[in-house]
C-alpha cells in the first residue's frame, strides 16, 4: 500500500506516475503543486445526520474508494469540515492511513462554514472572522492528522458582520505563515474574485461547473487563465445527474436524508430537461466505448482555463466510471454533439461548448479590479454575526457528486 506516491507527487513535467497508470497533471495556478487533471470529491463520504447529507454511507466502502483512486494516480482529495460535520475528513484520514506520510495525496479543504452540535439538522452558517478561521483550520488539521493543509479554501462567499477583506487577508496571512501552502475561493463570482485579488492573487476558484451549470464558463474561466489563477470545477456530474444512474423512479427513490431529494436540479421540469441531456449525451458515451460519468467530467476538462474537475465516489466502481476522463479527452465531434444536445434539451445555463481553437491566452489580462466590496445583505443579519446558508441559494458550497 505504500507505492510510490511521494515520486508519483514530484515525478516529471505534466505526469503522475503510479502503478494503476499514468495521469496528467497541471500546475495550480502559481503554486508549486502539479495536480492530475480529476482529483476525489469527499462530500457524499460525510455520510448522514445533517442538512447537507447524502444518506448513509458504508465508511469500508468510502475509504476503498478513496484507494482505488490514490493507487490508480489520483493525487488530491478535496474535502470540507462541513462534509458530514466532521466526518468526511476523519474517512480521508483513515483511507489513508496505511500510506507513510511523504506517500499521500495533496490535501485540500475549506473554512468559514459551521454547524450546531446541539442540533446537527440545522444548515451551516457561515464565519469569517480570523480566530473562527483559525480555528476551523486546527480543527481540520486534528481530523486529517496533518501539520500542514495543501490548499485551503473560503467555503462560502461572506459571513455577516465581517468584512471580505478581513477573511480573505486571514488566508492569505495563514498561507504567508506557512500553515498550508495555497489558499484559495469557493463559490465566488469573477467580480468576487477580482475583489480578492487586490488584496492577494487567490491561488485557485473553486466553481460549480458542468454540462448543467454552465455558468463560469461565461467570464469567470477565462479571468483565471489569463491571472493565473488555477480552476477546480465542482460537481462536473451534476450530483448524479450525469452519470447515467438516475431516472425518475430513482429521484423519488432517494432517501428522506439525501439532500437532493428537494434540490431544484432534482425536481419539476428542471429534471426533465437533466435527464434528458444525460440521454443524449449517453450517445457520445456509447460511440465512444466510455462511460457517461467519464464524458461528462472530460466535458468540464475540455475548457480551457480548468485545471482539475472534482469528482466524487462513494465505491471504487465509481471511480472507475469517471477516471479515463482524466486521459481520453473528447474531440471537435463530442463537442459539438454535446453543445447540440444541451441545446436540444435545454438543459441549465451558460455557453454549450468550449472554443474550437482557443487563445494563447482565454482573455487578455486584467486588473484586479476594485477595492474589496461587501455584497449587499439578502437578509437581515442575525445577531451572532453569522449568515445562514439555506438550500435555495446557488450551489457550489457542498459539492462533489458520485451517483
Given amino acids: 500500500m505504500t507505492a510510490a506516491l511521494g515520486t508519483r507527487r514530484r515525478t516529471g513535467e505534466g505526469v503522475a506516475s503510479m502503478p494503476g497508470g499514468d495521469l496528467p497533471t497541471r500546475r495550480l495556478g502559481r503554486t508549486d503543486l502539479r495536480i492530475t487533471r ?59 492511513a496505511p500510506y507513510a506520510a511523504a506517500d499521500r495525496p495533496y490535501l485540500f479543504t475549506k473554512c468559514g462554514l459551521t454547524w450546531d452540535d446541539t442540533d446537527r439538522s440545522r444548515p451551516p452558517r457561515a464565519v469569517g472572522a480570523p480566530h473562527q478561521l483559525r480555528r476551523g483550520l486546527e480543527g481540520s488539521l486534528r481530523r486529517l492528522g496533518v501539520e500542514r493543509i495543501d490548499l485551503f479554501q473560503l467555503h462560502w462567499p461572506r459571513a455577516a458582520g465581517v468584512p471580505l477583506a478581513e477573511t480573505w487577508q486571514t488566508l492569505l496571512d495563514l498561507r504567508r505563515e506557512g500553515k498550508v501552502r495555497a489558499v484559495g475561493l469557493c463559490s465566488q463570482n469573477t467580480a468576487g474574485l477580482k475583489a480578492a485579488a487586490t488584496l492577494g492573487p487567490p491561488d485557485a476558484a473553486q466553481p460549480p461547473f458542468s454540462a448543467i451549470d454552465r455558468e463560469a464558463a461565461e467570464g469567470l474561466l477565462g479571468w483565471c487563465a489569463a491571472n493565473e489563477v488555477g480552476v477546480l470545477a465542482a460537481s462536473p456530474m451534476q450530483c448524479g445527474l450525469l452519470t447515467g444512474a438516475f431516472t425518475r423512479d430513482r429521484v423519488a427513490a432517494l432517501p428522506t436524508d439525501d439532500w437532493r431529494r428537494g434540490d431544484g436540479d432534482f425536481v419539476g421540469a428542471a429534471l426533465d430537461r437533466n435527464l434528458d441531456l444525460a440521454r443524449r449525451m449517453g450517445h457520445v458515451a456509447h460511440r465512444r466505448g466510455r462511460t457517461l460519468a467519464s464524458v461528462a467530467v472530460a466535458w468540464t476538462l475540455a475548457w480551457p482555463g480548468v485545471t482539475g474537475a472534482i469528482v466524487g465516489a462513494r465505491r471504487p466502481d465509481q471511480v472507475r466510471d469517471w477516471l479515463s476522463a482524466a486521459t481520453e479527452p473528447l474531440d471537435d465531434d463530442d463537442l459539438d454533439e454535446i453543445a447540440e444536445a444541451i441545446e436540444r434539451s435545454g438543459a441549465g445555463t451558460g455557453p454549450t461548448r468550449p472554443p474550437a481553437d482557443p487563445p494563447s491566452s482565454a482573455v487578455a489580462p486584467t486588473s484586479p479590479g476594485p477595492a474589496l466590496a461587501e455584497p449587499t445583505p439578502v437578509r437581515p443579519e442575525p445577531a451572532d454575526g453569522t449568515l445562514p446558508v439555506a438550500a435555495d441559494q446557488p450551489r457550489g458550497d457542498l459539492l462533489a457528486e458520485p451517483s
Fill in 38 to 96: 480529476v482529483g476525489f470529491g469527499a462530500w457524499a463520504i460525510g455520510g448522514a445526520g445533517y442538512a447537507y447529507g447524502w444518506g448513509r454511507q458504508d465508511d469500508g466502502d468510502s475509504a476503498a474508494a478513496i484507494r482505488y483512486a490514490v493507487e490508480h494516480g489520483v493525487n488530491w482529495i478535496d474535502t470540507a469540515p462541513v462534509y458530514g460535520l466532521g466526518h468526511s475528513e476523519q474517512v480521508v484520514r483513515a483511507a489513508l
